[in-house]
């Protein structure tokens, strides 16, 4: 399945975070949701192929890496309290298939 | 872009008998359905999907149908069981390659009554 890190961590307004996902087995595109608490997860951006080929209605502070083992990393510059979340990592296979997502279980970000 | 509202909120209902939940769409272009349950801590789970070209799809007691004339798409569950509660997510894509990703419904909290 899909694996993410941390699971929780807490930092403050202002400051940088990074978090992990390594994807299913097989599995070449990876995408990040935001989910915060009550709503339904929101598009943030889908990597292929190493390229970000997709982005949602988020500011250029968020941004992604793809390594070639298909891993991916979410980065987080200059947070905002609003950032506080759980963070969502889906991989899929390219093609038609790529919005059939199999998710993580999450990061949960707290900003204080 | 895609706006999808989903109906109820909460939903209570007993042991055995049937659920359905209900989602409208905005974008006369979206062509994939998927629906996902989300349990506590974890992620969520795809359970069944459609696509334009049909109108019904059925997996088991799941079961999903799609007007596209009114833009609506609903779940139905038959025969519920205590491990069918959870939140359950509708969302809907109007991107085949899935680089627009998934715009989903805000979610209803399914509660099965023993």
């Known amino acids: 399945g899909v694996t993410q890190s941390p699971t929780h961590l807490i930092k403050t307004r202002g400051q940088q975070v990074t978090l992990r996902c390594s994807s299913q087995?097989?599995?070449?595109?990876v995408s990040w949701y935001q989910q915060a608490l009550g709503q339904g997860p929101q598009f943030i951006f889908q990597?292929?192929?190493?390229?970000?080929?997709g982005r949602g209605n988020f500011p250029p502070r968020f941004s992604g890496l793809q390594f070639p083992n298909d891993s991916s990393e979410l980065n987080v510059n200059a947070l905002e309290l609003d950032d506080s979340a759980l963070y969502l990592c889906a991989s899929s296979l390219s093609g038609l298939g790529a919005n059939v997502l199999t998710f993580g279980a999450g990061s949960r970000l707290t900003v204080l | 872009g895609e706006n999808v509202e989903q109906h109820p909120s909460t939903l209570s209902v007993q042991e055995g008998d049937s659920a359905v939940i209900k989602c409208t769409y905005s974008?006369?272009?979206?062509?994939?359905f998927p629906w996902y349950k989300q349990e506590l801590g974890k992620g969520p789970q795809l359970i069944i999907d459609?696509?334009?070209?049909?109108g019904e799809k059925k997996d088991q007691r799941i079961a999903v149908t799609l007007n596209k004339t009114a833009k609506h798409f609903s779940l139905h569950i038959t025969e519920t069981q205590p491990e069918d509660s959870a939140v359950y997510f509708c969302a809907a894509s109007d991107s085949g390659g899935g680089a627009d990703g998934l715009t989903f419904g805000k979610g209803t909290h399914l509660i099965i009554q023993p």
């Open positions: 990597y292929y192929r190493k390229e970000e080929n």
């Open positions: 974008d006369s272009a979206s062509n994939y």
């Open positions: 087995s097989g599995h070449n595109t």
């Open positions: 459609i696509r334009s070209n049909v």
